[in-house]
């Protein structure tokens, strides 16, 4: 079956030929993709949704209210946390942000009444709901890439054992003699 001599050696072609030749399990790949790629696609799009919702809400129902800056974050991802009170309780919010402006400032915020953990900054209000296209692709490619290395495994791990076995049976006919089967 391989023209190589290594029998731990395994080419990606005798890879692609034992799930091209077998009709089954191309399709079992192809169906196993197409399901995983399809429940990932619907959670990123019922999130989208989710998003969206949110912007509306915030949009028609929205009451403003300015939350001061009280502490940063000045690491690797710099950070600003604001903070503003609701009916008595205290909410945080955090932007990125460079680091380098007194504490103190303020920024307008936009929550829900009945709702105030439901909150964005003004700004992000303006920009819209961000779009999630971008994760669908990334699904969809590293889907098939874990996949495809998936199954490169277990048809390489079948085709080295089936030539271990190979080589066992030459070895008994060429030394005419009973050698027994390794067990596991």
């Not at 290594?6 to 192809?30: H, M, Q, R, Y």
């Not at 197409?34 to 998003?51: F, W």
């Not at 800056?69 to 991802?77: L, P, Q, T």
Request: proline share 3%; aromatic share 10%.
């Amino acid at each position: 079956m391989s023209k190589s001599q290594d029998p731990n050696k395994v080419s990606l072609g005798e890879v692609f030929a034992l799930i091209t030749s077998n009709k089954a399990l191309c399709w079992v790949v192809v169906l196993i993709t197409a399901l995983i790629i399809a429940v990932l696609c619907g959670i990123a799009y019922h999130n989208q949704q989710k998003t969206i919702k949110k912007h509306e809400l915030l949009k028609d129902n929205g009451v403003l209210i300015l939350a001061t800056s009280y502490r940063e974050y000045c690491g690797k991802n710099a950070t600003r946390f604001y903070r503003f009170d609701v009916n008595g309780k205290r909410y945080i919010k955090s932007v990125g942000m460079s680091c380098g402006k007194p504490l103190g400032d303020t920024v307008e915020v936009y929550y829900l009444k009945d709702k105030p953990h439901i909150n964005l900054f003004k700004t992000q209000l303006q920009r819209g709901a961000p779009s999630h296209w971008h994760s669908v692709f990334m699904i969809i490619v590293c889907t098939c890439s874990l996949l495809f290395l998936t199954v490169y495994k277990i048809i390489h791990s079948y085709l080295v054992a089936e030539k271990h076995s190979q080589n066992e049976l030459k070895l008994r006919k060429n030394n005419d003699q009973f050698i027994p089967p390794k067990t596991l």
